[in-house]
């Protein structure tokens, strides 16, 4: 008990850990809320509690929101660092990697503006601009649905060669590879189900947008933020070893 108190602890008190750990209540609670507030079997009691649910869930997006405003620098210096990505072996991945980096690097100001006008910090409609980020957004969860493709192919062809050749080092590399696969299709669903949701909120008459209910959104965001939960734990286990 005291162990997983100090790692939560731990994890709040980074940002990155901060915000998965509000985004994954942000939509647990639209999830549960949007289950309570629509239910017909459950009580008055209970669907006050989902309504309140979905308010809480709606003030946690509001937070995230404002905390990515200080975002943009540590973009900057990872797409900095990234580069054209001459450290990558495939070009596929490369150039999908640029890319990605170029749609995030181009999200936080769009966001940005869209929560200054309706802050009413400054005088525009904001629809366009929440509408950019969320292009922005989906493009950059498409090509990491790519990515993440890619990279699946390339380490099978990896593990079938390895498989082939033997030798005494064989195991230790295949089971890095397949631990190297699994990471790239927790990747694979999280992007899927953020894309999911992406789609919804894009303008009415685009594939399902705007069809989702509330508990829908819930599920795919809660799917989502475990999987990346999981990802920065196991990624922290990692550089520990």
């Avoid at 905390?67 to 660092?81: G, P, T």
């Avoid at 072996?89 to 890319?99: F, G, H, N, T």
Wanted: charged fraction near 20%.
């Amino acid at each position: 008990m005291q162990q997983s108190l100090e790692s939560l602890v731990r994890l709040l008190e980074s940002y990155r850990g901060r915000d998965k750990v509000i985004r994954t209540v942000c939509f647990g609670s639209q999830l549960v809320g949007g289950l309570l507030s629509k239910s017909a079997d459950t009580d008055l009691s209970h669907r006050q509690l989902g309504k309140s649910l979905l308010l809480f869930s709606a003030q946690l997006s509001h937070c995230r929101t404002t905390l990515r405003l200080f975002d943009d620098l540590a973009m900057l210096a990872y797409s900095h660092s990234y580069g054209v990505g001459v450290r990558e072996d495939d070009p596929a991945v490369r150039w999908i990697s640029v890319l990605s980096n170029v749609a995030d690097q181009l999200y936080y100001p769009c966001e940005h503006i869209a929560w200054a006008a309706d802050a009413e910090l400054i005088k525009i409609k904001s629809d366009k601009w929440w509408l950019f980020s969320t292009v922005l957004w989906g493009a950059s969860l498409l090509l990491g649905i790519l990515r993440s493709l890619r990279v699946l192919m390339l380490l099978k062809k990896k593990l079938k060669i390895h498989e082939r050749a033997g030798g005494g080092g064989r195991y230790h590399v295949c089971s890095q590879l397949h631990r190297l696969m699994r990471a790239e299709l927790l990747s694979f669903l999280r992007s899927m189900a953020d894309l999911s949701n992406a789609i919804h909120w894009m303008p009415p008459g685009f594939l399902w947008a705007g069809k989702f209910p509330s508990w829908l959104v819930g599920l795919m965001g809660t799917i989502s933020s475990v999987i990346g939960l999981i990802q920065m734990v196991n990624s922290e286990q990692t550089s520990d070893t």
